[in-house]
Structures are given as C-alpha cells and as structure tokens.
C-alpha cells in the first residue's frame, strides 16, 4: 500500500507492514528519526509531537546555513581576529592581522614618515631612526622635517665615531 510519509509529504513509500515504518518512509525513519531524535524521543512521543519537532528541525537547520554564511562574511565585517600594535611614529594604537604584527606604522604615519624615509632607508634602519628620534624629541609632535634633520645628524655622528 502506497503511502506518504509524515515527516515530508512529498516522500510515498510502499509500506510493508513493518510497525515503525507505518508513518514514516524508511529513508525519513533512519535518518531523522533514529540518527536525529531516538535519543531525546520515545518513538510515540516523536510522532505525537511531529509537527513540532519538525519547525524546531527546520530552525536548527537555518541557524546552521546562517552560522556558515556569518563565516563567510566575517572578513568582510572586520569582525576576524586583530592584534593591536602601537605605532612607532604617532604612538596611536592600530588594529593588524596577526600575519601582520611586523607593521610599525598606522596607515597615516606609513604614508607621512615610512614613504618618503623608504626612498633613503631599509626597514630596519628607519625603526632604529625613529626609536632614537623619539627618544630625543620626547612626546612632541613632529614632521617629516624633523625626522629628517634628525636622521641627518644622527647619521653623520655615527659615522664620525
Ligand atoms: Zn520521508
Ligand atoms: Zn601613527
């Protein structure tokens, strides 16, 4: 005898006579049924309450697809894992990737200073330029102009020793 199922309509299945399957299709029995709900309900509990239990299926369902699209977009929103770094020039604190913990400048300061200083130093030698700098000139604010009347002089004393 041809009947549908009662978990979704749109499945029929030839019943055989078999108790459990009286409802449900096999396919639907085993795999909501016994893999998803025979823990938590008793076989006539789970028909009894199938309207239910099936809204709270479909939610958990949603939540599912709605946890892996926020996966999805959480790069985009700026919401994925920053370390905050200090910025060698400005002292502001500046959100990085952790791949990226090596920046010393926020991107106004990687414009202003670390631009203009790359075309005359490396990397390392503006870190260590700025660091003395700093120290010398205290909290004060500063230009690039200074930066570089300093670097000049800090530069000429070096190679005087
Ligand atoms: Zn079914
Ligand atoms: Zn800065």
Known sequence: MTRKCLWDE????????????????PACYFNIYKNLYSDKYQWHDFLKNIETI??????????????LYEQKLKPLNGN???VEVECLFCGEAFKVDPKETWRYA??????TFVVPLRQ?????TI???ISAFKEDHGGEY????????????????KTDD
């Open 106 to 111: 926020c991107n106004d300061c990687f414009k």
């Open 54 to 67: 099936k809204i709270e299926h479909k939610i958990n369902e949603l939540k599912k697809e709605l946890a």
């Open 10 to 25: 749109s499945h029929t299945y030839e019943s055989n006579g078999g108790e459990d399957y009286r409802h449900l299709c």
């Open 120 to 124: 005359l130093y490396d990397q390392k």
């Open 127 to 129: 870190r260590t330029l």
């Open 142 to 157: 500063f230009e690039l102009e200074d930066v570089l009347k300093f670097a000049k002089e800090y530069f000429n004393n």
């Open 80 to 82: 994925s894992k920053t």
